[in-house]
């Protein structure tokens, strides 16, 4: 097989992901080369759960969302994704047909590793896999959290704990999702989302600017809910 | 490095942990030679939170209690671990303390694995990272679809649900946790647990001869709580 060196193709999202950073440029040229790019316009679906087809996505640019629908029907947001994050892991290291479904919450652009090759290249390059894994020990650890503050704390604790982690340190919040969303993914109503929000204002330590900006005024204030 | 070969050790745990199960005799001769065994009493803690020394801790024998403190003081069961099982991955994949703390609920023995170690391991066969990734991205889906069930559904759902769960098809199943543990892990007081199984056992889908077994009396009964 020939390697393209360098100077024969650009790597695109490849190298700006995390799981592939440790590559050498010449590597990344082969991880290229098995890697399609895709275009996802705002709003449509990347993939449905039920699908078989083994395929990690990678997204180089925009937001994704990830939902599941639960035996009731009612639909959860999981989570969002950006720039650097991957899904699909699942179809990919077990025969399982995918349990979520991903839409694109603006249009994006994303690199589509099939499934098999992407077991060969781990194999061939471990760091790939190191890489995954300590992705995926995060993503075990935030969902165990999750768990934990769901089930043994107040919305207001859930709403102020989400503030902050989305704030980064910074006292503007623009939400990367809808409030629907938010509400689904801290596991309540949007109307108690609304009221609670409302009420953390009234208190003076956030206000709304804009539909979607949530400014931190009284950061002490805030961490004090948690 | 002198390698032993396969009649001159006891490969012990490690030939019966999954993520090592890919490698030949001689390479888990190698993985042998850095591991340690370790036995734990019933009741003795694994490790706590907060400890930062890097160690991978794989089960050979007996149950282990994995559990977190959440910030208001409240004491969770996050899982319960079996033979094959391994625990600790994130302060070997992360430079971060241990979150969770491990009690061992029978006498075990463990394999204790220095996370450096590991690593290096993972890097000259990576069958062992695809094998790790596999599991945590097992225990992404599991978590997400606990997540999800806590969120929207009732008490007796949870509670079929994780009865169905333990007994995989067979009619008898002896819980591997006490019932406060059980409750913590679904999210409810010990007490909703009590209730809700005399009443599944009132509408004559359960029994219960004796403490820590359940007897699944009609099993289409208790799927359609679910």
Redesign the interface.
Known sequence: MTVPNHEDYDPGCISLVPIFSDLSLQEMGEVAAITQERHVSKGETVYFAGRTEKQLFVIHQGRVKIS?I???G?V?V?RVLGPGDFMG??SV??DMPR??FAEALQDCTMCVIPGEAL?TL???F??I??K???E??????Q??T????????SPEYRIARAILDLSGGSSTVTLPMTKGDLASQL?MTQETLSRKLSSLQEAGLINQPSPGVIRIIDRSGLEAV?
Not at 136 to 141: G, K, M, Q
């Open positions: 599941r639960s035996e009731s009612k959860q999981i892991e699942l290291l077990h349990t979520d077991k781990m194999q061939r471990p760091s896999a190191l995954a894994l300590e995926l020990s995060t993503r075990v650890e969902l165990q999750r768990l934990e503050q769901n089930q043994h704390s596991g948690i």
